[in-house]
């Protein structure tokens, strides 16, 4: 095996010319593999320049699923467990796309989007952590990262910006011919962000985007997966074991092993259903509909944050009505909208709650109070003196609240608007053991308000038992 520079002046253009023995995932692998012979003669071939170049070869080191897929995509996704080198693919395929032989010759790409979940993990994780674009280039070839500008630019002119997914609104100015995004399923703006990425990467022949994710249940990323442009490559932890300390991976394996987030977290596997769930996908496929009948009833259900910050709860606002005819077992409800807010502040959250209320003809708010008390009523009156109100408290768990309103989906009794994508992936996340997935569960706590005033406690005295919350 030989390192090949091609006459190159610096580490970054030497190249691996070899043919690889068959079955064999890099040139790392097959040395390591290789008899001590074999191994120092390849040494001793290699001069100062080549063996300066080795460190910054990723093609030499990486492992298979780091390696961009071949053929005509636009978005490759590496879906991988915690560890399994993701971080370190994404700054080698930025690092591929920007630099070019010499300082004056540019890569591929002249203008990268750089997007995490905050502006701060872009510049911890993505540039500046361990497996972070400025450890990954060659001397000659590392950026200048300009922090008042929240960018980095490259020795050929070419650049990264910063961008952080609580700010979709950002991405509709700038324009770009390559996106790196970090962690896109644990973003609570996910489907705004990457929508208006996608007006913004427009630049150059063949815009391409990298998303870098540890998989979870999330709209956004299974419509990515489905989509025929869509390229993937995965791998579990183990994958990358020779760079993890032996201690962590015994941790985690005697705590997650065989466990739904070990599955997910460990083994880089999407999971559809939380095991348990009273909610399933299908159960929710089924539920969808294109179209609203004319409905006896139109409520706003809200579940409040405690805060309101960046850093807070969602406000989970939902809109449902329902179709009072006949025996009680006949009602039909309907799910209509998704109006829940991030990081809002009070007043902010009570003006969508009264606007959703305004947009459906809604005939009154349904607000948990738990929180806020009589404050919650208060800050809705603010906005509408009128607007009518009721203000219920929860007295049992989560799951125990969800059970009856579950079984009803189960009884084919409540419809969807399609498009609640947020909204069904937290149903899915629901046990009865309670709450499985991340954050809390706002959206689904709303819908439960919604469908318990619309078809339990206001069904008339002959209805079918179902336990109240």
């Keep these: 095996m030989k390192v090949d520079s091609g ?10 010319s070899t043919s690889m023995p068959q079955g064999l995932r890099s040139g790392a692998a097959w040395i390591a593999c290789a008899g001590a012979q074999v191994q120092k003669r390849f040494l001793d071939e290699l001069d100062e320049g080549e063996l300066r170049a080795l460190p910054f070869l990723f093609d030499f080191w990486a ?19 915690r560890g399994a080198g993701k971080s370190r693919a994404g700054s080698e395929w930025v690092r591929a796309q920007v630099e070019g032989a010499g300082p004056l010759d540019p890569g591929r790409c002249r203008r990268i989007a750089l997007v995490g979940e905050t502006i701060d993990q872009v510049r911890d994780v993505m540039i500046f952590g361990d497996s972070g674009i400025m450890a990954c280039s ?29 700010e979709p609104e950002v991405l509709r ?53 489905a989509s025929p442009s869509t390229a993937v490559t995965q791998a579990p932890t183990e994958a990358n074991r020779a760079n993890l300390a032996e201690s962590f991976l015994e941790e985690v394996r005697s705590r997650y092993a065989g466990t739904r987030l070990g599955r997910q977290e460990l083994d880089g596997i999407m999971m559809s259903d939380a095991e348990g769930a009273l909610w399933t996908e299908a159960m929710l496929v089924a539920a969808q509909v294109d179209t609203l009948p004319e409905l006896t009833r139109v409520i706003v259900a809200v579940d409040p944050p405690v805060t309101g910050h960046e850093g807070s709860d969602e406000c989970g606002i939902i809109v449902a009505g329902v179709i009072c005819r006949g025996d009680a077992r006949d009602w039909r409800a309907y799910v209509i ?44 009156h603010q906005v509408d003196p009128m607007a009518p109100v009721k203000k219920v408290r929860a007295a049992r768990g989560k799951a125990a609240r969800a059970e009856p309103v579950a079984a009803l989906y189960e009884q084919g009794r409540v419809r969807h608007l399609r498009g609640l994508g947020q909204l069904e992936d937290q149903l899915v996340q629901m046990t009865m053991r309670g709450w499985e997935g991340a954050g809390s569960p706002d ?21 079918p038992q179902v336990r109240s919350l």
């Excluded at 100015?173 to 990457?194: H, N, R, V």
Aim: glycine share 8%.
């Design 7 to 16: 006459g190159a002046q610096g580490p970054q253009e030497a190249k691996i």
């Design 63 to 81: 492992l298979p699923h780091q390696l961009p897929p071949e053929g005509d995509w636009r978005t490759w996704i590496i879906m991988g467990g």
């Design 138 to 166: 060659p001397p000659d070839r590392r950026p200048d990262w300009q922090a008042s500008r929240k960018r980095l630019v490259w020795p050929n002119g070419a650049e990264a910006q910063v961008y952080s997914a609580h």
């Design 173 to 225: 100015g700038p324009q770009f011919d390559g996106a790196w995004l970090d962690e896109l399923a644990k973003w609570k703006k996910a489907q705004d962000t990457w929508d208006m990425l996608q007006f913004a990467l427009r630049l150059g022949d063949d815009p391409r985007v990298c998303v870098t994710t540890t998989p979870r249940n999330v709209g956004v990323l299974k419509t990515l997966l």
């Design 337 to 380: 909208e998704d109006a829940s807010v991030s990081a809002a502040s009070p007043m902010q959250w009570a003006e969508a709650a009264i606007a959703a209320m305004e947009r459906h003809g809604a005939e009154r708010i349904v607000a948990e109070v738990n929180q806020g008390g009589d404050l919650v009523e208060a800050v809705i």
């Design 443 to 463: 959206r689904l706590d709303a819908l439960v308000w919604a469908l318990h005033d619309l078809m339990i406690s206001a069904q008339p005295r002959n209805r």
